[in-house]
C-alpha cells in the first residue's frame, strides 16, 4: 500500500483509541460483574434480590450510553 494513501495516526488520536477501549474494557468488567453477582444470588435461592441486580445492570446501561455508542458531543 503506497504511503500517501493511508492518514497518519497522530498520538492524541492514539491516546484517545486507547481511553476508549480502556473505557469499554471497564464497562464489559462491570456488566461482568452483575451476572456474577446476579447467578450467585439465583443460586442461594434469593430471587428477589437478582431481580434488583439485573434492574441495577439495565440503568446502567441505559446511563453507558456513550461507552456502547459515542454521541455527537463526544466526538
Sequence with gaps: MPSGSSP???KSEVDELVDELE???AY???LRQF???ARDKLASGDTSVALS???EALRYID???DVVAP???DK
Excluded: F, G, S
Aim: proline residues 0%; charged residues 35%; negative net charge.
Design 23 to 25: 473505557k469499554a474494557e
Design 8 to 10: 497518519q495516526t497522530t
Design 71 to 73: 454521541t455527537k458531543e
Design 63 to 65: 446511563c453507558a450510553t
Design 35 to 37: 451476572i456474577v453477582d
Design 28 to 30: 464489559e468488567q462491570r
Design 53 to 55: 441486580i439485573m434492574n
